[in-house]
């Protein structure tokens, strides 16, 4: 079982930054692949940017040039800078963890980009 620890998530003005962190913790043998993803109210759930252990990386195109996905394998954490924030940028961020025999998300995180 693995536990996600999120956080980061808060209220910006457009234009600014915010970083996010997700923390994997608890029994696996190796995690496959970590990333963000997030839900707009009255949307579906879309992938934002994810990192495989052995592979790239890879950012939605909505998010390429301005999010930046990263992780510090000695802390099993992820990390996702987002710069120049728009207001369609507004949801709740889920962080998604794959390990050999888990599939786990955390809780999510807020963040409202807004003036």
């Known amino acids: 079982q693995v536990h996600l620890v999120e956080s980061g998530g808060g209220l910006v003005q457009p234009g600014g930054s915010l970083r996010l962190s997700c923390a994997a913790s608890?029994?696996?043998?190796?995690?496959?692949?970590m990333g963000w993803y997030r839900q707009a109210p009255g949307k579906q759930r879309e992938l934002v940017a994810s990192f495989t252990f052995d592979a790239s990386t890879h950012h939605a195109d909505t998010v390429k040039g301005r999010f930046t996905i990263s992780r510090d394998n000695t802390k099993n954490t992820v990390y996702l800078q987002m710069n120049s924030l728009k207001p369609e940028d507004t949801a709740v961020y889920y962080c998604?963890?794959?390990?050999?025999?888990?599939?786990?998300w955390g809780q999510g995180t807020q963040v409202t980009v807004s003036s």
């Open positions: 998604r963890t794959i390990t050999d025999d888990d599939d786990s």
């Open positions: 608890g029994t696996f043998i190796r995690i496959v692949a």
